[in-house]
């Protein structure tokens, strides 16, 4: 835990909707084994409440919430509050909700008269019946009620005393919190700190969240204006992902909260330094989940938020960082790029160590050409913030401790496009594997969908005396990225493996050829999967092979 002093201060709570409202973000479509990643990024970061979707509104967010997950983390699910005219016993929307396993529904409730004019088209008292019943169905079911008003900020200038009158409803029905949702995120933060002051000072003991859009920049101003008026739970995503220009960061939020003033004296969150100082990886991470590259320039965790141009801001970090650097770059996982292989560095990998459980004595030796083997790697391309088993893999051999499995001889994939006999265009991929077992050969060929595909069962096909071991990998998620390195093109390739356990892990592989970068990263998510069995036979002795099938 965070050696933090939480006398006198006061709790803010953080709600990420990354999995729902920035699942709106164009290009971004989560597959159910993103979000369930997703979900356990989060719950490692140490925020308070993930809200996973939308259930009955698609069947994804239906499927995840039909069970329970195993996360610390509060679960909300989102939805409308119930429409005119039914009871919220017999609102489909709304039972969908109840049926989902969440700890808490979110409900949206229109906050502007104007649209429940025009969109929702019933009377403004229909609207604030449908938030009163809507919760108290909610608490009824044993769920605690959280009310987003949507367009709160642009209703409130337009009809002031309504847009009150729709937090008060939340707030008299039970909603443990009520949101003001600054929905088109064009209000400035001067307008978010009076507004929230004012529904604070008209309905007494409410409390309230913020949830802000950046479009006009504003989205982490406003989260704060919020704050210092008196709100107590901030609503964002990671990486400020969302729709149009995105919610408020979480990833910038979170160290400002904690690092800046006035804040960091007034304030905790369920964040501990700890789970900050992982902060840099979780967002690159975020991003080779999403498959598109790192903004370099993100605020605290961007390869450029500190990084320094030699010359004369450079020799002046060397002598005393705090001179160009606002914030300690480790405080949040980053690292000071002017000083190349130094100290920086070197307690990243030993961080990264220390998170996969790879013991080292921090002045071995390895550790140096650990870190230089990194380097090397990720100039030509590896990227091993979203590929935690390739850098274990990579780590164990450096170190010593990995020892060889099997070797690949040599392995072949023909792509054959033909007519068949019924003259349907059809496309064949085969792949034949020639592994080396303790001297002995084995030969494997296998068909697939494609030639990944093809290649991946080929190799898994029949590996000897591992074979029971890895039987139970299936491939979850394949990600390819083209880029520019140097002067030629480069193929990085992240793949995703899950276990019977349920456990998962990604590997990375690069290379020119498509099918070279994705058979590195198939050979090292067998081999990370053989070395975890080892180590948990070792910790279970006596237990055999055997169990680490289980
Ligand atoms: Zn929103």
Redesign the pocket.
Known sequence: MAAENSIGRERIQLYD?TLR?GAQTTGVDFSLADKLAVMKMLDRLGIDVIEGGYPGANPLDTQLFSQKHPIRTKLSCFGMTKRAGVSASNDPGVAALLQAEADIVCYVAKAWDFHVRTALGCTLDENLDGVRESVAAALARGREAIVDCEHFFDGYKANPAYAVDVARAAHEAGAGWVVL?D?NGGTLPDEVECNVAAVIAAVPGIRLGI?A?DDTGHAIANSLAAVRAGARQIQGTLNGL??RCG?ANLVTLIPTLKLKEPYASRFETGVSDEAMAGLTQLSRAFDELLNRQPNRQAPYVGASAFATKAGIHASAVLKDPRTYEHVEPQRVGNSRAVLVSTQAGRSNVLAELERLGISAPRNDQRIARLLEEVKDREAVGYAYEGADASFYVLAQRVLGRAREYFRVERFKVNVERRYNANGQLVTFSEATVKVNIDGETMISAAEGDGPVNALDRALRKDLGKYQRLIEGISLVDFKVRIFQGGTDAVTRVLIESRDETGDSWTTVGVSANIIDASFQALTDSIVYKLMRGEEADARSPGAGAVSLIL
Request: include cysteine.
């Open positions: 909707t409202d949702c929905t949830h859009h969302g729709e919610n």
